[in-house]
């Protein structure tokens, strides 16, 4: 496929590429360099009122689609997504800064499985029915919302826009969908994806734009019926004070401060790789990612040196280049807004272990959004460091002597969205994790992931759950029916 980026993006309404309504686009930078490399439409409530008539047109036709039909359309963008992984890793990467290896290996290959995942789940999809002795019997059916709205964030920009839109088409709906407006590109090619896959002109509208215009267009419009939100835990708030009294469904997955509890008993080699991964893959920039590293106190002097070791060796530099283990940050606003909260952790009283500094490159790069990772200690759990989303390449580390103390610890922030243990000991391993307020828990590993397992965050990062069944239960309304003999 010919799946060239134009300097101008277009939005992709019932089949047709097209401009903003308004004229109005926003710059595209590439975070590496600085530079505007493009321009994204800055779409409104006009582009939104034209991307939902064109779904509800759409909507007769694809919710009777027979599941077959469905699959056989959603395992061909799979296909493709895994044909054009070269571009659209390339495109990642210039939009987000992560390094190219990653958005190859990680972002475009989930793409694609997520798209496979759903196809073929929907195919495995049953309803439930109750009978009632010699009486009467229930059966209920699981319909299609109709158009449903999916907004997604730019950590993980294909990752998180497929993960929705995949199960919102293979559950026969409708779909509005927008991407981030910091790393639009994937998306825009999604859509030559989908239109080359054969999804039929309506059934997926995708609309460019900033959070308040265009995102909140979705959010109010009264033709979308529900929402499912992938971002931070303020625009959640915001999102769910419209949506709530509109009696929308609402699913929102929203930020952490995911603690990483590390025992004496670990299997030594294996946690100090894995939460160097977890703690700054993607420039920490994922929600799952560790930034409060808590470590018993026995072995925190031996934990220190050599985490601290390790991380001085994650090369920061140009995302194009194989060597990096660390690229840009997404923008100038995350770069300032990471590099507040270092200097905010400092003025706490914080110990810079390690980084801590912006990275100046030379080349192509030298303009780039560079952070070195940072490690920083003497912080209690009540400070603003440990208590608020970074979101950025920097982890704090706090001891802790017993179970309960690292479980308080761990449960002491307004976040419960992941958490990983380390430790040989199963039954404190199983003690630990039923204790914990959060909704995702890896123990001695981090980042496994099976697409059918409930995925999600508690307290303030998030409602509902998203993966599996859930996400197909998510864009289905029940209704039962009750038939008496
Ligand atoms: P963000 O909330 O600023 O934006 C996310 C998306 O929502 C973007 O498309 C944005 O344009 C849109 N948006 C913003 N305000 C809106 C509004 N008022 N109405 C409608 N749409 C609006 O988040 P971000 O900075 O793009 O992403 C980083 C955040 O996402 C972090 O907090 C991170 O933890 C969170 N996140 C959570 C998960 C998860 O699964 N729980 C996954 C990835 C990222």
């Not at 709530?244 to 929102?252: D, R």
């Not at 914080?350 to 200690?377: H, K, M, Q, W």
């Amino acid at each position: 496929m010919n799946l060239t980026v134009p300097y101008h993006l277009e939005n992709y309404i019932g089949g047709n590429f097209i401009g903003p309504l308004s004229g109005a686009f926003l710059d595209n930078i590439n975070p590496a360099t600085a530079a505007v490399y493009g321009q994204v439409p800055n779409s409104n409530k006009k582009d939104i009122d034209a991307a939902v008539h064109a779904a509800q047109q759409a909507f007769a036709a694809w919710s009777t689609t027979a599941n077959e039909d469905r699959f056989i359309v959603l395992n061909r963008i799979a296909t493709l997504i895994e044909e054009n992984a070269d571009a659209l890793a390339l495109a990642e990467t210039n939009d987000n800064g992560k390094p190219l290896w990653l958005s190859k290996r990680m972002d475009i290959k989930r793409a694609a499985e997520n798209f496979r995942f759903f196809a073929t789940a929907i195919m495995h999809f049953a309803t439930e029915s109750h009978a009632m002795e010699d009486k009467a019997i229930n059966y209920t059916l699981r319909q299609p919302i109709g158009v449903v709205g999916c907004i997604s964030p730019w950590n993980l920009p294909l990752y998180l826009f497929t993960w929705k839109i995949a199960p919102a088409l293979a559950a026969g709906n409708c779909v509005v969908a927008k991407p981030s407006e910091v790393t639009p590109v994937t998306s825009f090619l999604l859509a030559k994806i989908c239109k080359e896959a054969g999804v039929p002109d309506g059934v997926l509208n995708i609309v460019h734009g900033d959070g308040p215009g265009c995102g909140e267009a979705i959010v109010k419009h009264p033709g979308i019926k529900a929402i499912s939100f992938t971002g931070s835990t303020r625009a959640g708030e915001r999102i769910a004070s419209i949506a709530a009294p509109m009696f929308k469904k609402l699913s929102l997955e929203l930020g952490g401060k995911n603690p990483a509890i590390i025992f004496a008993d670990c299997d030594w080699q294996k946690m100090m790789t894995e939460t160097i991964r977890s703690s700054f893959t993607n420039q920490g920039q994922i929600c799952l990612c560790s930034s409060r590293l808590l470590i018993e106190k026995t072995i925190y002097e031996k934990f220190k040196a050599e985490f601290v070791a390790q991380v001085q060796q994650l090369t920061v530099g140009d995302p194009l280049e194989e060597g990096t283990k660390q690229g840009a940050v997404v923008s100038k606003l995350h770069f300032d807004k990471v590099m507040n909260c270092i200097q905010a952790a400092k003025e706490e009283g914080g110990t810079i272990l390690c980084g801590g500094n912006a990275v100046t490159l030379s080349g192509r790069c030298a303009d780039g959004y560079f952070i070195e990772p940072t490690v920083i200690e003497n912080l209690g759990p009540q400070c603003k460091t440990n208590m608020e989303e970074i979101f950025g390449p920097v982890v704090t580390l706090q001891p802790f002597e017993t179970a309960d103390e690292a479980l308080q610890l761990a449960n002491a922030t307004g976040y419960g969205l992941a958490a990983t243990i380390w430790s040989q000991d199963i039954s404190k391993t199983n003690r630990v994790a039923a204790k914990l307020q959060s909704g995702i828990i890896w123990v001695n590993c981090w980042l496994v992931r099976d697409l059918r397992t409930p995925f999600g965050g508690m307290k303030n990062s998030g409602v509902g759950r998203e993966g599996g069944w859930e996400a197909l239960r998510f864009f289905t309304e029940q209704k039962n029916i009750c038939i008496q003999f």
